[in-house]
Each structure stands twice: as structure tokens, then as C-alpha cells.
């Protein structure tokens, strides 16, 4: 009896994974993940699935992110009654994400019609915040490592990747077949977050390939945000710090923590990390100490070195502190969040500075000042962009290529194929093209919406 794996998201893009395995009868998804950035691809988010959410037994996360948890209230909504499975920490974050990603959406959805900017009068929000509080009932836990059974006969198991608090590469053992899941890997080198596990024996292997087409820079965080953080200040600018809740927010806090240290950056520097969802992630990386390299003293640390701004109307007055100051805050792509607002009030002055800190997705607000672009569209406004804008390079919570080529090196034996997904066009095919080369093994990029028989 064949196995069959389609995928319904995260081929050709980076976002929107879901994979969905069909084995003699019953099937589940390995991630369920929202489509973000180009308007095609966030389209794709009101699609109904090819396949009836109510025949899906059961949903296994690789991690929070939105672009791998973020349809689950939806799929629920929709008639998807099966367990989540997870590790304990990504439970942890789901439950910080899920219900914020549903705020976002009515806020938006309410904005739209305000506005009256919908073209389709009114408009809806993807799901609410009720729907994904219903959906996180569905969770189990499940511990790293450890063995479990998502179906009948179907075996799983999830391994470390890295990547983010709670994040995991998957091994799927069902008909005979052992699938492995990159899941999003993350740098063996990273600040905070340890190396990935050594992937396990597999026949099939699904890769991701964010950066399989580039390395990334020696340079650290520490040493690229510095001197610019240290710029913008002494011209008496605001450096507004577009950062992802999880992970990302810890790694620049971490950073300007060890810049107010050594003296690099005025230890009166007002920073504020203006996001209730990356505090709360804060405390949980307190609550998971052993799955990340930071100990208990530099936990505290980073929960010091900003003021934590939770009310929106301290986020409000922080527009009217005069001075020198840096602001972090959701989202990292600038795609919502507050970080909008924040956004709409600096970037006309020149004196001030945008740091974006990561991988910025095609069709992003955070792509498109990477580009350079002399304006920016924020809540149907055109905003003129005079701000300083500037890329770390060094941030980046995912394995670069050559990486990712010593991730499946470490493979104990020869899979008989590697499906390259989770990345643009560019990345996944240069991925391809180097594992055929240098490894002499089968890989290739599959189609969204195609059907691979493993
Ligand atoms: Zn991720």
C-alpha cells in the first residue's frame, strides 16, 4: 500500500506548509501553516482544501510559526476535530500565537471595513481570536525525542531542529515507509538556540530551503547592530526594530544587552519592546531553560534591558518620548502588528533608522523597504521612506546552504529521494542542484498542489 504525500502548502514559497500524508485510508498533515506575503499567495488562505477538514485524523507541528501553525483554527473551524500533536514549548508559544494571529485578522478585517480600503464590502477575517482559542483544546504534548502514535500504526517521532524555542524535524514511519521533515533548521552556530539533532535514517526526505541558494555572513548580531543602533542614536533618531515575537525579539534584546555592557550603545538608551506576544515569549524562554543556550542570569537579563510595553496606549506614548530610542516590536516582515504605527510615525524623518532583523518574504511591507522602495503602504496610506533602512544580515534563525548540505551529510544512509520544499524558486532549486551534484542523490522541487508517491 503506497504512501502518498501532497503538497498543499510550503512548495515553491516559503509559507503556508502543509503536507498532507495519505495512507490506506487515513491521512494527517504535517504542519498547517497560513500563507503570508505576496496577496496571491495570502489568497490562498480562503481556498477550501482539496480534501474535507473532517477526514483529516490528526495534525503534527513542527513549530509555532504562523506559516506553519497559523490555518489550524481554521481547519478546526472547518471541521477538523482530530489531536494536534507537538512539543511542550511549541504548545506553549501556539497558545501566545494562535490567539493573536485571530486578534490581527478581526482588527484588520474591522479596519478594512472602517476605511471602506475592502474591496470586498464587508470584509472577514480569516478566523477570530475564539476560533483559535477552540483550536488550542485540540493539543497534545508530546516530549522531544520521544516516540509516539499520531494513527493507527502510523509512528512518529519528533527531534531537535533548532530554529526556535520548542521547534522540531519530524520522522514519519507509516507502510513500510520512514519520511523525515526538515521542519524549519535552524543554524548550528545560532546565539541562542542550540544545534540541531543529527537527522535520523529515511527513505523520503523533505528539506527545507529558505537560504538554499546563499550562506550567511561570518559577522554576528552583536557586531552588525551595534555601530547602527549606535548611529541612529547619535543623531538623536529612533531605530524601530521590526522583530519576530519568538526568537528574533530574544536575539536582539540578548544583543543590546551585551552593546549596553561592553559600552557600545549609552546605557540610558531607551528600548522598548512595544509586544506583548514577544514578552510573553521572554518569560517562556525562562520556562524552557535546557532547550536553549541561554542560563537562568542571562534570561533575566533580557527580560531587563527593555521596558516592556503590554497596553496599547503605552505603545501610543511612546511616540511621544522625545530623544534617542529603540522600539521593538511585531511584526518581523512588518506585515501587521504594531510595529505599523510605529512605522507610519518614523520612517518620513531621516534621522531615523528601520533594522530589519531577518528573512524579509517576497511581498512583505519589510521586502519591500529592503528593496529600498522611496514609499511604503502602510493601512491604505502611502508613507514616504527617509528613514535610514537597514538589513542584519547575521539574523537569521535558519541554516544557510552549506548548512543545510552538512544537516543531510549527517544522514546515516542514502535516502532514496529528498523533496526540496519551503523555499522561493530560486533557493529551492539551487538546493536541488547541489545535493544532485555534490551528494549524487535524487532530489527535486515539488509543485504546489502536487502529489509525490513515497
Ligand atoms: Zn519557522
Request: hydrophobic share 40%; proline share 6%.
Amino acid at each position: 500500500m503506497s504512501v502518498h504525500i501532497r503538497f498543499l502548502g510550503g512548495a515553491g514559497t516559503v509559507t503556508g506548509s502543509k503536507y498532507l500524508i495519505e495512507h490506506d485510508g487515513q491521512s494527517l498533515l504535517v504542519d498547517c501553516g497560513l500563507f503570508q506575503g505576496y496577496k496571491q499567495l495570502r489568497l490562498r488562505n480562503r481556498d477550501p482544501l482539496p480534501v474535507l477538514p473532517n477526514r483529516i485524523g490528526a495534525v503534527l507541528l513542527t513549530h509555532a510559526h504562523l506559516d506553519h501553525s497559523g490555518y489550524l483554527p481554521l481547519l478546526h473551524r472547518e471541521g477538523f476535530h482530530g489531536k494536534v500533536w507537538a512539543t511542550p514549548a511549541t504548545r506553549d508559544l501556539a497558545q501566545i500565537l494562535l490567539p493573536d494571529s485571530g486578534h490581527i485578522q478581526e482588527e484588520d478585517a474591522a479596519f478594512a471595513n472602517r476605511k471602506g480600503f475592502s474591496k470586498h464590502a464587508p470584509a472577514l477575517p480569516l478566523y477570530t481570536e475564539e476560533d483559535a482559542l477552540k483550536s488550542l483544546k485540540l493539543f497534545r504534548t508530546v516530549p522531544m525525542r520521544e516516540a509516539f502514535e499520531p494513527l493507527r500504526g502510523w509512528h512518529a517521532r519528533f527531534s531537535s531542529a533548532g530554529h526556535i524555542l520548542g521547534a522540531a524535524s519530524l520522522l514519519l514511519e507509516v507502510g513500510g515507509r520512514r519520511l523525515l521533515f526538515s521542519g524549519d533548521l535552524g543554524r548550528p552556530d545560532d546565539v541562542l538556540m542550540l544545534p540541531p539533532d543529527p537527522p535520523p535514517a529515511a527513505d523520503v526526505v523533505i528539506c527545507e530551503s529558505t537560504y538554499g541558494d546563499r550562506n550567511h555572513p561570518q559577522e554576528d548580531v552583536v557586531a552588525e547592530l551595534g555601530p547602527a543602533l549606535a548611529r541612529a542614536a547619535a543623531r538623536g533618531g529612533t531605530a524601530v526594530v521590526p522583530v519576530f515575537a519568538v526568537g528574533r525579539a530574544q536575539e536582539i534584546l540578548f544583543a543590546i544587552h551585551q552593546l549596553k555592557a561592553s559600552g557600545q550603545l549609552p546605557h540610558g538608551l531607551p528600548v522598548y519592546l512595544d509586544s506583548p506576544m514577544a514578552i510573553e515569549s521572554t518569560e517562556l524562554f525562562c520556562q524552557h531553560l535546557g532547550e536553549h543556550r541561554l542560563n537562568a542570569g542571562q534570561c533575566r537579563d533580557i527580560g531587563h534591558v527593555a521596558r516592556m510595553v503590554r497596553s496599547v496606549e503605552e505603545s501610543k506614548a511612546i511616540a511621544r518620548q522625545h530623544g534617542p530610542k529603540v522600539i521593538l516590536a511585531a511584526s518581523g516582515m512588518a506585515t501587521g502588528g504594531r510595529v505599523l504605527h510605529h512605522l507610519a510615525q518614523h520612517l518620513g524623518d531621516h534621522r531615523n533608522m528601520v533594522v530589519l532583523t531577518g528573512y524579509q518574504a517576497p511581498g512583505t511591507r519589510g521586502a519591500t523597504l529592503a528593496a529600498g522602495h522611496p514609499s511604503l503602504r502602510i493601512h491604505g496610506q502611502d508613507m514616504p521612506v527617509r528613514a535610514e533602512v537597514v538589513q542584519l544580515t547575521s539574523a537569521s534563525a535558519h541554516a544557510d546552504s552549506n548548512q543545510l548540505m552538512a544537516w543531510l551529510k549527517a544522514l546515516p544512509s542514502a535516502p532514496r529521494r529528498v523533496l526540496v520544499t519551503h523555499g522561493d524558486m530560486e533557493a529551492s532549486d539551487r538546493l536541488r542542484h547541489r545535493i544532485e551534484t555534490e551528494l549524487r542523490w535524487q532530489a527535486l522541487v515539488p509543485e504546489h498542489g502536487s502529489t509525490w508517491l513515497a
